[in-house]
Nanobody
Framework: QVQLVESGGGLVQPGGSQRLSCVAS????????MGWYRRAPGKERELVAVVTSDGNTNYADSVKGRFTVSRDNAKNTVYLQMNSLKPEDTDVYFC???????????????WGQGTQVTVSS
């Protein structure tokens, strides 16, 4: 069993900051890409930011310069530091990880349960 558990969502004012965390637990041999997606009701899930196991990152154009994705491989944890938040950043944010459970296992995508981020005054 593998679980991704997010924390850090909530209400924040426009211009404020918030940090999301996601811990992967369970039977894990290796984690490749980790990161964050988001999905507002009625919309498709979209990439926010991801980071590979060797530190390469990719961001949505809408968050470049404001959000920073990072990871702690020793703790199987990925973070999303969100600064200069805007009302349009309001969404449910999902943690994502590509995990190899055993050395002979295929790499499988896992998702967290989602955490609500609301940017409003």
């Amino acid at each position: 069993q593998v679980q991704l558990v997010e924390s850090g969502g909530g209400l924040v004012q426009p211009g404020g900051s918030q940090r999301l965390s996601c811990v992967a637990s369970g039977s894990i041999y290796r984690i490749n890409t980790m990161g964050w997606y988001r999905r507002a009701p009625g919309k498709e899930r979209e990439l926010v930011a991801v980071v590979t196991s060797d530190g390469n990152t990719n961001y949505a154009d809408s968050v470049k310069g404001r959000f920073t994705v990072s990871r702690d491989n020793a703790k199987n944890t990925v973070y999303l530091q969100m600064n200069s938040l805007k009302p349009e950043d309001t969404d449910v944010y999902f943690c994502y990880a590509e995990i190899k459970r055993l050395y002979w296992s295929p790499t499988t995508a896992y998702w967290g349960q989602g955490t609500q981020v609301t940017v409003s005054s």
